[in-house]
């Protein structure tokens, strides 16, 4: 089944411990992206990645980092997390840039930050 | 700034009515744009995609328009029922050099039967 996986679903975690979410795609999709969902803001996009050892900064990259080693999997790190960094997590792939496609979810990761 | 703009206050109709959804755009001009369901607790799902050259496009009883000279998408759902409730969001692209989408922050739809 073609899909876009994320690890883990719900993460309860201190400010300041390091963490990662990771993501993984089945589909051969050379563009990964992470975005954070938060009320009343949508979705907004923390990094993206246009195939493996690319990546670059979206629209709210502070605090994140990403990795692209591998074609299928694009882990969304955040070095010494805070409060404001509690958000609902979206790893997405679609087929290759530029070409207008459709954009595969995964289910999401719960980030609560105490 | 780039901005787009979906009603945020919940959209509610009667089964079997068409629900029609808005979003608008201002300060560029997307190359493309798309529409997408969310249900609680769940990532986005891909409904429909339409290009800057084309006026309209269908799927089965989704239909989509895209109005360039009024910085406009419309998103219909003719014959509505209950199981079409969800949030929508619609997304436009930067260009076509990327995949890159910036994403409203979605209506709901609540139908009722």
């Known amino acids: 089944e073609a899909q876009v996986t994320q690890n883990p679903r719900y993460l309860i975690t201190v400010t300041g411990k390091k963490l990662t979410v990771t993501c993984s795609q089945n589909?051969?999709?050379?563009?990964m992206s992470w975005y954070r969902q938060d009320p009343g803001l949508g979705l907004r996009q923390i990094y993206y990645?246009?195939?493996?050892?690319?990546?670059d900064k979206g629209d709210v990259p502070e605090g994140y980092k990403v990795s692209r080693k591998e074609k299928r999997n694009f882990p969304l790190i955040l070095e010494s997390p805070s409060p404001n960094q509690t958000s609902l997590y979206f790893c997405?792939?679609?087929?290759?840039?530029?070409?207008?496609?459709?954009?595969?979810f995964g289910p999401g990761t719960r980030l609560t930050v105490t | 700034s780039q901005k787009i703009e979906q009603n945020s206050e919940a959209l509610n109709i009667q089964e079997g009515k068409t629900a029609t959804l808005t979003c608008n755009y201002t300060?560029?001009?997307?190359?493309?744009l798309q529409w997408y369901r969310q249900d609680p607790g769940r990532g986005p799902v891909f409904l429909l995609l339409?290009?800057?050259?084309?006026k309209e496009k269908r799927k089965e009883r989704l239909k989509v328009t895209f109005d360039t000279t009024l910085k406009q998408s419309l998103f219909h759902i003719t014959a509505s029922q209950p199981a079409d409730s969800a949030t929508y969001l619609c997304?436009?692209?930067?260009?076509?050099?990327?995949?890159?989408?910036?994403f409203g922050t979605g209506t709901r739809l609540q139908v009722f039967p």
């Open positions: 997405a792939s679609s087929l290759s840039s530029g070409t207008g496609g459709e954009q595969y």
């Open positions: 589909m051969n999709h050379e563009y």
């Open positions: 990645s246009m195939n493996v050892e690319v990546t």
């Open positions: 300060n560029y001009s997307p190359a493309y």
């Open positions: 339409i290009r800057e050259n084309e």
């Open positions: 997304a436009f692209s930067i260009s076509y050099n990327t995949d890159k989408l910036i």
